[in-house]
């Protein structure tokens, strides 16, 4: 019973999350809120299991799709960060700081990859700061329903 409530509440918390990326960029008409990247690098600093990588991966996929019209376009930042997150985790240690650390590397990857080299969008340094600092609030949010 236990188990099915962690299932539960990961699927439908990353439900919910996809739900709210999409609210939040229809709201701001900006992709600014990472709520799913933020869930997706808090499971990666944890030990995850390849089912729920798979599910967090083409919700990413479903978003990057829906945002810039090209899907699986988020995975070119995302499988880094997980090959990054399951290297640390198993060889070195595990760290809450980890987490947070691999939402950095994930949003400066989503911006300097995708957004300028891919999309040749013009890079600002301000959206950027301020899209780490929302986030890291996010994922600090979030750490403290599912840790």
């Not at 997980?82 to 990857?109: E, F």
Request: proline letters at 1%; aromatic letters at 14%.
């Amino acid at each position: 019973m236990k188990e099915l409530w962690h299932q539960v509440r990961f699927f439908g918390g990353s439900c919910l999350l996809f739900m709210g990326d999409m609210i939040a960029f229809s709201l701001m008409d900006q992709y600014i809120i990472y709520g799913l990247l933020a869930f997706f690098c808090l499971y990666s600093s944890q030990h995850l299991s390849l089912a729920r990588a798979i599910w967090l991966l083409s919700l990413l996929s479903l978003e990057s799709f829906i945002f810039y019209g090209q899907l699986g376009l988020s995975l070119v930042y995302t499988i880094p960060i997980l090959l990054i997150a399951l290297i640390w985790v198993r060889s070195i240690y595990q760290h809450r700081a980890l987490s947070y650390l691999l939402l950095v590397l994930a949003i400066i990857g989503q911006t300097c990859i995708v957004e300028r080299l891919v999309l040749e969008l013009p890079l600002s340094l301000t959206y950027t700061i301020t899209r780490i600092f929302v986030n890291i609030i996010v994922l600090w949010l979030i750490s403290l329903i599912y840790e």
